[in-house]
């Protein structure tokens, strides 16, 4: 496909200057009557001789930008063509350099590779919490801000995780940029924010050193090697790389993904914190690995499974749920202590749990209010006090414990909507007093909650009741 | 044209009429129902008037395997619950119901887009689309641009690309999907009336056909009541259960 000629109209939008010819698409400049706009048009190489992935990057580009919206680290989509008719992007022009600018003076200095190798990797984490993963990192797409944001562009090979993965079929040949690439990607995984991690140690690699990490690939057998032949450490190229940045380069290089970092957001810490870099053997490597290391890596390779895709975005791990379920009329102080050791415990064991006091009153109970009864809200409020007096021993923090008065016919229907809609991971309820189920939660609730719950449940039994119990166990 | 598709409704009221809800609201259009109105859930009649009425006013309704069983015809493959519910159906329906969904056609076009109920390959088979291979199938009997069908309960959208092997995708709720029309696609809108992924809300999709874009949803609504008409109408209790437990 020949280029459109600058000065021709596509849709309304004049074309300017062809800032960029890549293998997949053009990249033109918009002008309008007073000069050039901020705002870029690439159009797809379609057509006779084109490759079909082309047609498919387009789209998946379009997918990926639109569903990103506007943000710092990404370009915004404004505009697009339909496939079909007039295929293109029209997208809000960033101006500042690119890092093949840096990665062709390398070898560069070490602060200068952490500085540049932050910005990227902060931009890096910024988009896989917004569920992409990028696929193609390489020093023509990562571009700098005069600010020195780093702004990641060219998403023809993203992966967003709530979108149909129009890619995933083309996988007779690996997608992306080979020298790059992580193993699972070349084998065929895309979904892994960590194969992007990779590719950004691969760069951070060529910056310190001036070289890459796995030269040229020519053919699959040759882009697979990098399953078990580690790269020549960067210190043994360019004797001046501090070691804790060998360690992170090679950190990032990890063939197997749950050896890498975690996250993108861990490589921008130990880049702008180099002193708090762990050294491990990676830092101080001064050479390839040995022919018999190698022979065994290469078998293991051999029968290399990929690691599971984590989801993309680095969702925090929500503190547990523990709900304690009290019967406050009448209060019974054995039942109680027994209860709060029990609760104890159950947040030793959980470290950062969150405590849920929960109490039913009958709603009966709450509408009649007849005689000397209190009126509903003030025993509704002295139903959170004596919550909250039970808690108090506890010592726990206030933002951990909440309290709460459900008001309901059914106590064990009451407790199991709260521990369902709040997710509730472990419950804890007291056993009911052997013979009578009079002063505590009965025994028909207790068994209710416990069949029907949808967590772990304890049944708390104090220890004094525990000699009243029919003898021979279990009736 | 704001197309809203459910299917496998199952004589789930309160369902249906959340996901109506639901659709009217984002400023549905046209509507189409994927068979399966009946079987399992309690109000069958209810139900089928609430169709009716959407037919009588342009929506599309294809046949589902457990309507025709409510005609008395073999539907093959009934489990004890289904079939209890099927008995229980056929005592419920009046002459009016029965000639409504007697009337219904297996399949339906409209431009580019066919509606089926199971596989398009031999509708009145009602075979499942469990995988890559039933899609690509039913795609490939479909000569359409985009099937849409039920009877798998789950939510799955198939795309054909170039390699000509159907890829799966499962939708995230109120994503927008592009569905470009140089591609094939196949779309499985989800159970209205009794999902089974353990998320009792109810499944629909719905299709922005101009702008080439499909949207699965999934819509809680009081799947307490439907679960305690069930009861109360003598069903087998696993039906009551599955809608509270969405297994």
């Known amino acids: ?475 | 044209m704001k197309l809203a598709l459910f299917a496998d409704v199952h004589s789930n009221l309160e369902a249906i009429t959340a996901c109506l809800n639901h659709a009217q609201a984002l400023g549905a259009d046209q509507f189409a129902f994927l068979g399966d109105m009946v079987g399992y859930g309690a109000d069958p009649v209810a139900v089928l008037e609430l169709v009716e009425r959407y037919a009588a006013k342009g929506a599309v309704v294809v046949l589902g395997n457990h309507d025709c069983a409510a005609l008395g015809h073999p539907a093959g493959g009934m489990n004890a619950g289904a079939q209890a519910a099927i008995d229980w159906t056929r005592t419920q329906l009046g002459p009016k119901q029965r000639e409504f969904l007697a009337g219904l056609p297996l399949t339906a076009r409209a431009d580019n887009v066919l509606f089926v109920h199971a596989s398009a390959v031999a509708p009145e088979q009602w075979i499942y689309v469990a995988g890559p291979a039933e899609a690509e199938k039913s795609m490939l009997a479909a000569e359409a641009g985009i099937v849409f069908c039920g009877h798998v309960h789950e939510q799955n959208l198939y795309y054909l690309g170039a390699g000509g092997k159907p890829m799966p995708f499962r939708p995230v709720s109120g994503t927008p999907v592009p569905t470009a029309r140089h591609r094939q696609w196949l779309a499985i809108v989800g159970s209205v009336g009794q999902p089974r992924d353990r998320n009792n809300a109810a499944c629909y999709a719905f299709a922005d056909l101009e702008r080439a874009r499909i949207t699965f949803f999934r819509v809680p609504y009081d799947y307490r009541t439907a679960a305690r008409k069930i009861r109360a109408a003598g069903l087998p209790e696993r039906l009551a259960l599955r809608l509270e437990r969405g297994v």
Not at chain 1, 96 to 117: F, K, M, N, Y
Not at chain 1, 220 to 237: K, M, N
Request: hydrophobic letters at 40%; glycine letters at 8%; a neutral charge.
């Open chain 1, 1 to 475: 496909m020949n280029a459109p000629q600058p000065g021709s109209e596509i849709d309304g939008f004049c074309l300017g200057e062809l800032m960029h010819t890549g293998s997949m698409a053009f990249i033109y400049r918009l002008t309008g009557p007073q000069g050039p706009l901020p705002l870029v048009m690439k159009i797809p190489r379609l057509g006779p001789g084109e490759r079909a992935v082309n047609v498919i990057g387009f789209e998946v580009c379009r997918m990926v930008l639109g569903a990103l919206g506007q943000g710092p680290h990404h370009p915004t989509l404004v505009a697009y063509g339909d496939v079909e008719t007039t295929p293109y992007l029209v997208m809000g022009y960033v101006e500042g350099e690119r890092l093949s600018d840096w990665s062709s003076r390398a070898p560069i200095a070490p602060l200068e590779v952490a500085r540049v190798g932050a910005a990227a990797a902060l931009a890096l984490h910024d988009l896989h919490r917004k569920e992409v993963v990028h696929l193609d990192l390489k020093p023509t797409n990562i571009m700098f801000r005069a600010s020195g944001t780093a702004v990641l562009i060219d998403f023809g090979l993203a992966h967003h995780s709530h979108y149909p993965d129009l890619l995933a079929e083309e996988l007779r040949f690996p997608v992306g940029n080979w020298e790059y690439m992580a193993p699972e990607q070349a084998l065929g995984v895309r979904c892994d924010p960590r194969s992007d991690i990779y590719a950004l140690g691969a760069i951070l690699y060529q910056l310190a050193t001036g070289r890459l990490p796995f030269g040229h690939p020519r053919s699959v057998a040759e882009l697979r090697r990098r399953l078990y032949r580690d790269p020549l450490p960067p210190r043994a190229i360019v004797p001046g790389t501090p070691a804790w940045l060998q360690e992170v380069i090679l950190h990032c290089l990890e063939p197997d993904a749950r050896n890498r970092y975690d996250s993108a957001e861990q490589l921008a810490f130990a880049l702008t914190s180099p002193e708090r870099v762990e050294l491990t053997e990676r830092a101080a490597r001064q050479r390839r690995a040995g022919w018999g290391t190698l022979a065994r890596r290469w078998y293991q390779a051999r029968s290399f499974e990929p690691a599971p895709c984590p989801a993309p975005s680095i969702k925090e791990n929500p503190a547990p749920i523990v709900v304690v379920a009290l019967s406050t009329a009448p209060i019974d102080d054995v039942l109680y202590e027994a209860m709060r050791g029990a609760t104890a415990s159950a947040v030793n064991a959980s470290g950062n749990c969150r405590l849920a006091c929960v109490t039913v009153v009958s709603l009966a109970a709450t509408l009649s209010g007849e005689g000397e009864e209190p009126t509903a809200t003030v025993r509704h409020i002295r139903r959170l006090i004596e919550l909250r007096k039970w808690a108090r021993p506890l010592n726990l923090p206030e933002e951990r414990l909440t309290y709460h008065v459900l008001e309901a016919e059914k106590t064990a229907d009451a407790l199991l909507d709260y521990a369902t809609m709040n997710d509730a991971d472990l419950m804890l309820i007291g056993a009911p007093r052997p013979g009578s189920g009079v002063h505590r939660f009965g025994g028909g609730i207790c068994a209710q909650v416990v069949a029907g719950a949808p967590c772990s449940v304890t049944v708390v039994r104090p220890a004094a009741d525990r000699a009243d119990l029919p003898k021979g166990g279990v009736q």
